[in-house]
């Protein structure tokens, strides 16, 4: 069936994409809800927490419908679902950000669609991130994504770079051709000293990221917080949370 053309229901009801809409905008106004009485208790204006919703294995007219609801910020993980969906979705007023792992091999194609790259963590990814920005005619938004269980020189489970080799990163991004370096990210870890304790780990990452804005005042984002955690990345500072379950449903076992 063509892009835009509403399935109809089962008997004759509602077209599923009615449907599909209307649970979308009532999941929106909950996290909404939540994310705006996170605000209050935290004394912090509403307008200082941006929502980025995290799309992955959800289709392109799942974007589509969001976009319809007023998203403008929507993230994936996966560059072979994140290209071709992208694509279909040229048309919208989207910000793409990547929040994956991120292979080299890999870099061509997210440089063509992402505006932010929340997942840097090694100087060679971004000196790959930096030649392809170049080569579209772009300026890619970079994030050092902070590994919290990482001990020095090393990688997290998830990646994301050690907390004392952020600094060093942030000089290569800041002076890469086509590179912006906007900020930091985290992922609230599963093992080492902040397992289980979201709240600090995201303290964690608000004091590494007054570390970088000292000398680089213009790396203000902060993203934190997913479905399960948002309150406390709103009550430690984060400026971004990244929520996808409470949007669009919990996933399909991935195959």
């Given at each position: ?16 994409t ?128 902070v ?10 489970e998830?990646g ?93 076992r991935?195959r």
């Amino acid at each position: 069936m063509a892009r835009g053309h509403p399935r109809p229901a089962a008997g004759g009801g509602r077209p599923v994409t009615d449907d599909r809409k209307a649970q979308l905008a009532e999941n929106l106004a909950r996290v909404e809800e939540r994310i705006s009485a996170a605000c209050a208790r935290a004394g912090r204006p509403r307008d200082e927490v941006t929502l980025i919703v995290v799309t992955k294995t959800y289709p392109a007219s799942d974007v589509r419908l969001l976009a319809e609801l007023g998203v403008r910020q929507v993230a994936e993980n996966r560059d072979q679902e994140a290209a071709p969906k992208a694509a279909e979705c040229a048309d919208l007023p989207l910000t793409w950000h990547f929040v994956g792992q991120l292979q080299t091999n890999k870099v061509r194609s997210v440089a063509g669609y992402a505006g932010i790259v929340q997942s840097v963590d090694r100087v060679r990814l971004a000196t790959a991130l930096s030649k392809e920005a170049v080569r579209a005619g772009r300026e890619l938004g970079c994030l050092i994504q902070v590994a919290l269980d990482a001990e020095s020189g090393e990688r997290g489970e998830r990646g994301g770079v050690a907390p004392d080799g952020a600094g060093a990163l942030a000089e290569v991004i800041a002076g890469a051709e086509g590179l912006r370096l906007d900020g930091v990210m985290t992922v609230a870890p599963l093992a080492g000293p902040y397992a289980g304790r979201e709240l600090a780990a995201f303290e964690r990452l608000m004091e590494i990221s007054s570390d970088l804005r000292a000398g680089h005042p213009a790396a203000t984002m902060v993203s934190a917080g997913m479905s399960a955690d948002l309150e406390e990345a709103v009550a430690a500072g984060a400026t971004h949370v990244r929520v996808g379950t409470a949007v669009l449903g919990v996933r399909p076992r991935l195959r």
